[in-house]
């Protein structure tokens, strides 16, 4: 990538301090915030070039540029359309469509506690007040240091364990307050 790559799909957004649901005020840590909007950008172009700038990929590099970041800023979604020269209307359907996508800043770890039928009856709005209570964060939001999201699921399927947290992939019933801290020190 040359130098100009990022100047040629700019565009005049500079806005990548947008922290959506991150909590704290203004200036939060973004998204891996040691990358300039420049090297964001030219992360962007390759991902693109690597898929031909053929935008019948669209979900698959919006994928990939989600992997990367963790989540898609209004920026990355601008940029991708002008690359790819797909209107941004068109891109916003796409996201806001399929769950999978993340519009809003996400935590390196994601926690998930289950609120299924089975879950929530074993005291699952306990043990997310718990949740949220050691993170500082409630359902829907990341922590400052974009370390830890948190969020509510219907069903993990593993009934018999509830309540259930889900951090990454690694499945705890019904943690204590102390078990709890020992987890997020973990993943620090």
Known sequence: MDAGTAANYRGGHDNLGDNGGVRGKEGSAAVKVAETGDDILNRIVEIC???G???SFLIQILLKCQEEYNWLSKDVLRWIGEILHVPLNEIYEITTFYKVFNLIPKGKNLLKVCNGTACHVRKAPVLLSKVSSVLG?????T??????GLETVGC???CALGPVLVV?????SNPTIGELK?????HK
């Open 49 to 51: 070039h690597s898929y």
């Open 53 to 55: 700038n053929d935008k």
């Open 137 to 141: 964060i409630d359902p829907g939001e």
């Open 143 to 148: 922590t400052k240091d974009m370390l830890f």
């Open 156 to 158: 993990l399927g593993c």
């Open 168 to 172: 990454n992939d690694q499945y705890y």
């Open 182 to 186: 020992k987890i997020i020190a973990a």
